[in-house]
């Protein structure tokens, strides 16, 4: 067990949806990471939050967008959705944004399937 | 550009030992870490290696060479439960909207 959660663990939904996936870091971590993963494919980076700013974005889709709470926790929010957006996300935390040594850590995922 | 290139599978005997390569192209070097990952789990830390040489965790070991762009991730005294997918992961501080490029993942089966 990592220390970081997130919710749901599966979700079923339609094309042209809205889901809220939620993400709460391990205690003390200022850093959330959202990850998709979809079937046979590497893990790709969303976007990077650091004390509730935006630190980073990666390949984001612009239906896709996210935020971090003043608690740490953090959401992500994906719209219109579409057939291939089915996927496991995953959210990691760590420590601080930048420190050498910062290591991730990842949440057991939300599995998202559109049907 | 950044990239990561690792092979996709590797079959292996319980009992034995393998080693997977990882070897990366990025614009900057500040870490590399190897993950697990078991079908439909979570990634788990393994190791990080960050100056050149062997770092050595129970039966788990990660080389880095800074020089070569390489890296590898030794694994002893295999059991089936190693069976999973090893994911090769760098820090580059160039990149200024990923901190974490992660390559695709080797894929081992442990054989009785």
């Known amino acids: 067990d990592s220390g970081v959660t997130q919710t749901p663990k599966h979700l079923i939904t339609a094309t042209g949806q809205r889901v809220t996936l939620r993400c709460s870091p391990r205690s003390g971590d200022l850093s959330v990471y959202w990850y998709q993963q979809s079937l046979d494919q590497g893990l790709q980076f969303l976007i990077q939050?650091?004390?509730?700013?935006?630190?980073a974005k990666g390949n984001i889709l612009e239906r896709f967008s996210a935020q971090q709470f003043p608690d740490l926790h953090s959401e992500l929010n994906l719209s219109s959705l579409e057939l291939g957006d089915s996927a496991l996300y995953f959210c990691?935390?760590?420590?601080?944004?930048?420190?050498?040594?910062?290591?991730?850590?990842f949440g057991p995922g939300t599995r998202l399937t559109v049907l | 550009g950044q990239n990561i290139d690792q092979p996709t599978e590797m079959t292996a005997t319980e009992g034995a030992i393998v080693q997977i390569n990882c070897t990366y192209q990025t614009s900057g070097f500040n870490g590399l870490f190897w993950y697990q990952q078991h079908a439909g789990e979570a990634p788990t830390f393994l190791s990080y290696n960050v100056l050149d040489g062997l770092e050595e965790k129970g039966r788990f070991s990660s080389f880095l060479s800074r020089s070569k762009g390489y890296s590898y991730l030794l694994l002893k005294e295999l059991q089936m439960k190693d069976s999973a997918s090893y994911l090769c992961?760098?820090?580059?501080?160039?990149?200024?909207?990923?901190?974490?490029?992660f390559g695709k993942g080797t894929r081992l089966s442990v054989i009785a």
């Open positions: 990691a935390s760590s420590v601080e944004a930048g420190r050498v040594t910062d290591t991730q850590y």
């Open positions: 992961a760098v820090r580059d501080p160039d990149s200024g909207n990923t901190p974490l490029v």
């Open positions: 939050y650091y004390n509730g700013e935006e630190r």
